[in-house]
């Protein structure tokens, strides 16, 4: 069984300050990716950046960048230079990458937000 | 080039009702996957499409169907709702499901009253 835990449940930070989100996981797959997706209030699940797990480089994305530790399972989301228009719902997702028809598995998410 | 479109936006139903949601891919994708997020939780897989076949199946009740069409949209259908139906409904869109190329839509929120 695939298992996300994101063991924060609320963060805040301050505009244009960096911000970093915690995610665990397990899984017993050789190959697979990890995501994290942002859920602003108008609920549309956007992805913010993906990181596939054979690559050693860590996945960036303009001010998002993730701190992936594979052996530690830990999949974590650095936020530079907050913005307003992160306050979110973050989620890390993990999927096998294996053929076709692979489920995404997420986190209970961490609810982000940047005061001014 | 639309995304992924869900109706509708917002429904309400009563114990024991039935309803129907339904889901458009963005162009180009022939998957759909339909996941359910309760309030204050991170959503989780229902079940997925290809070819008009449920392809896989996440842990949720038979009271859970679905069905794909030809032009590769979908509709997921509740059975005799309960008040634990009660949730965001997300559908997902890829191209051969590949969950690295997955696209959400906006849901559909349900509530049982």
């Known amino acids: 069984a695939q298992t996300v835990t994101q063991s924060q449940p609320e963060m805040s930070v301050q505009e244009a300050e960096t911000v970093t989100l915690s995610c665990t996981y397990d899984?017993?797959?050789?190959?697979?990716?990890l995501f994290w997706y942002k859920q602003p209030p108008s609920r549309q699940m956007i992805l913010v950046i993906r990181?596939?797990?054979?690559?050693?480089q860590n996945a960036t994305e303009n001010r998002f960048s993730v701190n992936f530790q594979k052996a530690a399972k830990s999949f974590s989301l650095k936020i530079s230079d907050s913005q307003l228009g992160d306050t979110a719902m973050y989620f890390c997702?993990?999927?096998?990458?294996?053929?076709?028809?692979?489920?995404?598995?997420f986190g209970k998410g961490t609810k982000l937000t940047v005061n001014p | 080039d639309a995304g992924v479109t869900q109706s509708p936006t917002h429904l309400i139903k009563t114990r024991g009702q039935q309803v129907t949601l339904r889901c458009s891919p963005k162009?180009?994708?022939?998957?759909v996957s339909w996941y359910q997020q309760a309030l204050g939780q991170g959503p989780q897989f229902i079940f997925q499409?290809?070819?008009?076949?449920?392809?896989q199946r996440g842990n949720f009740p038979d009271r859970f169907s679905g069905h794909q069409f030809p032009n590769y949209s979908s509709e997921l259908n509740v059975n005799a709702l309960l008040l634990g139906d009660s949730a965001l409904y997300l559908c997902?869109?890829?191209?051969?499901?590949?969950?690295?190329?997955?696209?959400f839509g906006p849901g559909t929120r349900l509530t049982v009253l």
């Open positions: 997702a993990l999927a096998r990458s294996q053929g076709g028809s692979e489920k995404l598995v």
């Open positions: 499409y290809y070819e008009e076949e449920e392809r």
């Open positions: 162009s180009g994708h022939d998957t």
């Open positions: 899984t017993s797959e050789s190959n697979y990716y």
């Open positions: 990181q596939e797990a054979y690559k050693q």
């Open positions: 997902a869109s890829s191209f051969r499901g590949r969950v690295n190329e997955q696209f």
